[in-house]
Structure formats: C-alpha cells, structure tokens
C-alpha cells in the first residue's frame, strides 16, 4: 500500500481519508496509521500548495543559481550548504554532479532583491569560488504538473 | 436507390451506440461516461516515436504482415505475458486495430451458413461481421448471476453441427467481466470435444485487477485452433493509432493475410514505429495507468454500494455494468431520462445485445474528479427515482 499511497499523495495531498481508503482498497484506520508512520520516518515532509503565483497579483521573482564552492576537510559540502540553505529566501539546495557544486533556487520580490542577496550573501561567503544567477522567465511545468496549458477532454462523447 | 444498394449491408442493424451518440452531442454541457476508449494520453516517449519515424522520413508501405521488427516484439511480448510461442515470420499478422482482424480473421474462415457463437452483452461488431463474411450469428447471452462469465453448459447448450467459432471477448466491453483459468479449462473442454475455433479478442487483456490475465491459447490444444486478437489501443491509450494484432495458426494467419492484403494494404506505418517503442519500453506507463483505473473502479464499486444500486464486481477492462432493474424502466428511458435530467450520459446496456436490457455501461477512463462530479448525479437522480415509485 505505501508506494501506491504516496503516489496518489504525491498528486493530491488534500484527499480525504475515507476516499483514500477507498481507492486504495484498505480500511480508513491503516492509510491513518500508515500516513503517521510516514510522518514519524521524515518520508513525507510536508503537504504543500502548488501555486501559480503568474496569475496572482503578486510580484515575485524567481531565480536559479549555480554555486562554485570549495569544500572543507571533514565536512564536505554540508556546511556551505546549511550556511546557504538557513536564508529563508533560498527555497532549495541541492548538491550537482557536473561543471559546479551547488544549485540554489531562491526567490524574491524584485530582480534588484535578488541580485542583492547574491552580490551581498551568497558570494561574500568565503568558500563560494563563483556564482551564475539565472532568472526565470516562465515556469511550463512544476512539480510534474503542466502550468502552460489546461487539460482538454477531446475525446468523443460516446464511443463503442 | 435502395435497389442498388447491397441487401445484406442495409439490412445491417446500426449500432445502438450511434443513435446515443447523436443526441449528447447535441447537449453541449453534458458530462459523459461513455467512452470507451483511455482518457490518458498515449505516453510521451511513444508519441516521441512516431514524430520521429515521420522526422526520417519513413512514410511508405511496410510489408503486408507489419513490420519485421514489430511482429518479433508482439511474438516476444505474447511469450512473457502468456508463456505461448508464435513464430513471427508466419503467425503474427499486424492489423488496422483490433477491428480489423475481427473482420478478417472471421473472413478468413466462415464458409455461408458456418454457425458464429457470439456471447453477448459484448462489444458491437462481432454480429455484423460475422453476417458479411457469409455466417450466421448465434448470441450466447451471459447471465449476471454468473458475473457474465461464459459456462460450459451455456456453450454446450448453443453448439450445433454447424458451429465453426466461438467468439471470447474477455476481459469484456461491456461488463468488465473476465475468465479466469478454472472458467476457461470447463469450456476448453466443450471446445475441443467438438473441434471447433476460437476468437479470442483480448485487447483489455493488460487491464485486470485480480490475478494477471489468462489467456485460453496457454491451455492444452487451444492455441493451435485460437486466433488471438489483441492492439495497442486499451493497453497504451494508443486508440487513434488504429493498431492491433492477430496471431494464430499459419493456416489461417497465411489466409488473413491475403484478405488485409487486398483491402487494406498494410498497417499505418508511423504507428508501426510507435508501438515498437511501446513494446520495448511501455511497461511501466501501462502498470500506471492500471493502477489508476483499479483506483477509479473502487471508487464506483464503493459508491453504488453506498447508494444501494446493485452491481456485480468487475475485474477487467474500464467498465462497471450496474443493474437498474428496480426503477422498472429500460436501460433507454434510464439513460435517456438522466442525460435529460441530470445532464450526465451513460450507454444502455442494449446497445451492446438485448440480453443488455435492464443494465448501463459506466466507463470510467476519467479522472477520479470527474467520476465523483458524475456519480454524485447519479446518486441524486437514483433518490429522485425512488421517491417517485413510493
């Protein structure tokens, strides 16, 4: 049941329980159960909104931003990665394999916020060798979900 | 001019389906839950396929059986689904969807008067092909005390001296009722005591939610008086590709050839193309989308009972056959009266053979939302009609 629960969870945080068990087949007590175990292990670590901020009247700015660093003895890259991961603007972290180290999404209210937090932040940081800010113009799909265009049922209404 | 026309072909029953079909859509807001074909998208990398085929510039004829390639993937696929072996120089033949190798391949072995056994409620075209090719159908009609599943009494009971094939059309459009090994060992038995063939149409053979579906071919003595009929359509969501598949003994397959030769030529090859990659590498998009509709048809399984509408459980294809015999209307005045009243259309179980009546067919290749938008239609309409009737 637990790779089918997070597969439909993954799409859907926000489905009832019952109807959860329902579609699952299961009683309601084990998707329960097995969604607190889930919690408890840190394999789900949140139910988040996915949000088009494009069609709100909301300003926001989003950026990717590759990250030369140099590593630490004994630690690797962690440190660098929690000192860059603390600020709250910085939205994700990860480690890349590749012609760099550390891809930092960040978001932001204005270009000018953002290239500030990486001129004044992120590269003053001793072990940042060099930084590539790349700003997003359009987001086509996120998160496995298409954002460009709404799906069309073209299908015949009655079919043999 | 209706004496120029032919008088078998006008004398061919429309489908029940068409007549249905017309008047929703004339109501443009209607919801439908009647289509039988995948609401996916066929997968992106087989899409991918196909352009690309077109980008190479591979637009000509294939050979009239398929392509080499295709049939060696159908002969492998059928060999790690079923276990069975076909040799696909000589026993694959690749068709225009499984429509076609019904047509043909029921051509290819009716002589005029050859008795047709055609279980029904079952998909549209066995009858009226099984009349152009010259034979006479006989309907088995299945029972809902038996799931819809074919008996070996009920087949016994319908053999003549001059029955040449059974149709099996399982997993079933339109119930959703499949055989499962011990249903087809009782009637492989009456098959082989009186040496007649088999049409196997299995092209929702991918779509079952209980035990991996069996095929009749895997039993003893079946497979060489079998002709399999399978596709890309249901298993791939590859419906407007027209491609499927019959595999069968040489004799016949050599025969089925001949008439796809002279009607049809060969198969689309871009399609061709693209269901090779389906093949290869289509294994996990077709485990998806099983899931998907096994959630779905739960989800209507659990809602009929919560509104106490009586309804067998189906294990195959994407369709639930609920009965609606209470309300003491047909399956057409049901239909129609909730399309009217509710705006929602589902297709009377009689388009499908008279022994449909009192049923609907409720396919449920939608999304989970759009089902429970329209069940909960169907819930109130089924109050509604109760209150009426007290």
């Given at each position: 049941m637990r790779e089918e629960l997070l597969a439909v969870i993954e799409r859907n945080s926000r489905i009832d329980l019952k109807e959860l068990a329902v579609i699952l087949g299961v009683e309601e007590i084990d998707v329960v159960n097995e969604l607190a175990a889930l919690e408890s292990e840190g394999i789900i670590c949140g139910y988040h909104t996915m949000i088009d901020w494009e069609k709100t009247s909301i300003e926001k700015v989003s950026a990717l931003i590759e990250v030369r660093v140099t590593p630490q003895r004994g630690q690797g890259f962690d440190t660098i990665a929690e000192r860059i991961y603390?600020?709250?603007?910085?939205?994700s972290v990860y480690l890349i394999s590749g012609g760099y180290d550390l891809l930092v999404t960040l978001e932001g209210k204005s270009l000018k916020e953002i290239s500030g937090f990486v001129s004044d932040k992120l590269s003053t940081?001793?072990?940042?060798?060099s930084t590539a800010t790349h700003f997003i113009l359009k987001k086509y799909k996120d998160h496995g979900t298409i954002l460009a265009r709404k799906y069309e049922d073209t299908r015949e209404k009655v079919t043999p | 001019m209706k004496k120029l026309l032919s008088d078998q072909v006008a004398a061919l029953k429309p489908s029940g389906i068409r007549k249905f079909f017309d008047i929703v859509n004339e109501m443009e807001d209607a919801i439908s839950l009647g289509v039988g074909e995948p609401d996916f998208d066929t997968p992106w990398h087989i899409r991918d396929e196909g352009i690309y085929s077109l980008e190479k510039g591979r637009t000509f004829y294939t050979s009239n059986a398929g392509l080499k390639e295709l049939k060696e993937e159908i002969s492998r696929y059928l060999k790690k689904k079923q276990g069975v072996t076909y040799d696909p120089a000589s026993e694959v033949l690749v068709t225009v969807g499984g429509s076609e190798a019904i047509d043909i391949g029921l051509r290819a072995v009716i002589n005029p008067g050859d008795e047709v056994l055609i279980p029904q409620p079952s998909f549209v075209s066995y009858e009226p092909c099984a009349i152009m090719a010259g034979g006479v159908p006989v309907v088995i009609e299945l029972k809902a005390e038996n799931e819809f599943r074919l008996t070996a009494q009920e087949l016994e009971a319908a053999i003549t001296d001059k029955t040449k094939i059974l149709v099996l059309p399982f997993?079933?459009?339109?119930?959703?009722a499949i055989m499962e090994r011990a249903d087809l060992e009782a009637i492989a038995e009456v098959i082989r005591k009186h040496d007649i063939l088999v049409m196997s149409d299995e092209i929702y053979a991918e779509l079952t939610y209980k035990e991996k579906h069996v095929s009749i071919v895997e039993l003893e003595g079946m497979q060489e008086r079998t002709i399999l009929i399978n596709g890309f359509s249901k298993a791939f969501a590859m419906t407007g590709w027209r491609l499927g598949y019959a595999c069968g003994p040489k004799a016949i397959i050599e025969q089925m050839t001949k008439v796809h030769q002279f009607a049809i030529m060969c198969a689309p090859t871009t399609s061709q193309y693209a269901a090779v990659e389906a093949l290869k590498n289509g294994e996990g998009d077709v485990q998806e989308m099983r899931a998907a509709y096994n959630r779905r048809r739960r989800y209507l399984m659990n809602a009929f009972r919560e509104m106490k509408l009586e309804c067998f459980e189906p294990f195959g294809a994407f369709y639930v056959f609920p009965c609606i015999k209470e309300f003491g209307m047909t399956s057409e005045e049901f239909a129609g009266r909730f399309l009217a009243e509710e705006k929602v259309a589902v297709v009377p179980g009689t388009a499908f053979g008279d022994c449909g009546e009192g049923y609907l067919r409720i396919s449920y290749a939608y999304s989970l939302d759009n089902l429970k938008l329209a069940i909960g239609k169907l819930a109130h309409f089924v109050e509604r009609l109760r209150a009426e009737q007290r």
């Amino acid at each position: 049941m637990r790779e089918e629960l997070l597969a439909v969870i993954e799409r859907n945080s926000r489905i009832d329980l019952k109807e959860l068990a329902v579609i699952l087949g299961v009683e309601e007590i084990d998707v329960v159960n097995e969604l607190a175990a889930l919690e408890s292990e840190g394999i789900i670590c949140g139910y988040h909104t996915m949000i088009d901020w494009e069609k709100t009247s909301i300003e926001k700015v989003s950026a990717l931003i590759e990250v030369r660093v140099t590593p630490q003895r004994g630690q690797g890259f962690d440190t660098i990665a929690e000192r860059i991961y603390k600020y709250p603007e910085v939205t994700s972290v990860y480690l890349i394999s590749g012609g760099y180290d550390l891809l930092v999404t960040l978001e932001g209210k204005s270009l000018k916020e953002i290239s500030g937090f990486v001129s004044d932040k992120l590269s003053t940081l001793d072990s940042v060798l060099s930084t590539a800010t790349h700003f997003i113009l359009k987001k086509y799909k996120d998160h496995g979900t298409i954002l460009a265009r709404k799906y069309e049922d073209t299908r015949e209404k009655v079919t043999p | 001019m209706k004496k120029l026309l032919s008088d078998q072909v006008a004398a061919l029953k429309p489908s029940g389906i068409r007549k249905f079909f017309d008047i929703v859509n004339e109501m443009e807001d209607a919801i439908s839950l009647g289509v039988g074909e995948p609401d996916f998208d066929t997968p992106w990398h087989i899409r991918d396929e196909g352009i690309y085929s077109l980008e190479k510039g591979r637009t000509f004829y294939t050979s009239n059986a398929g392509l080499k390639e295709l049939k060696e993937e159908i002969s492998r696929y059928l060999k790690k689904k079923q276990g069975v072996t076909y040799d696909p120089a000589s026993e694959v033949l690749v068709t225009v969807g499984g429509s076609e190798a019904i047509d043909i391949g029921l051509r290819a072995v009716i002589n005029p008067g050859d008795e047709v056994l055609i279980p029904q409620p079952s998909f549209v075209s066995y009858e009226p092909c099984a009349i152009m090719a010259g034979g006479v159908p006989v309907v088995i009609e299945l029972k809902a005390e038996n799931e819809f599943r074919l008996t070996a009494q009920e087949l016994e009971a319908a053999i003549t001296d001059k029955t040449k094939i059974l149709v099996l059309p399982f997993p079933n459009n339109p119930t959703g009722a499949i055989m499962e090994r011990a249903d087809l060992e009782a009637i492989a038995e009456v098959i082989r005591k009186h040496d007649i063939l088999v049409m196997s149409d299995e092209i929702y053979a991918e779509l079952t939610y209980k035990e991996k579906h069996v095929s009749i071919v895997e039993l003893e003595g079946m497979q060489e008086r079998t002709i399999l009929i399978n596709g890309f359509s249901k298993a791939f969501a590859m419906t407007g590709w027209r491609l499927g598949y019959a595999c069968g003994p040489k004799a016949i397959i050599e025969q089925m050839t001949k008439v796809h030769q002279f009607a049809i030529m060969c198969a689309p090859t871009t399609s061709q193309y693209a269901a090779v990659e389906a093949l290869k590498n289509g294994e996990g998009d077709v485990q998806e989308m099983r899931a998907a509709y096994n959630r779905r048809r739960r989800y209507l399984m659990n809602a009929f009972r919560e509104m106490k509408l009586e309804c067998f459980e189906p294990f195959g294809a994407f369709y639930v056959f609920p009965c609606i015999k209470e309300f003491g209307m047909t399956s057409e005045e049901f239909a129609g009266r909730f399309l009217a009243e509710e705006k929602v259309a589902v297709v009377p179980g009689t388009a499908f053979g008279d022994c449909g009546e009192g049923y609907l067919r409720i396919s449920y290749a939608y999304s989970l939302d759009n089902l429970k938008l329209a069940i909960g239609k169907l819930a109130h309409f089924v109050e509604r009609l109760r209150a009426e009737q007290r």
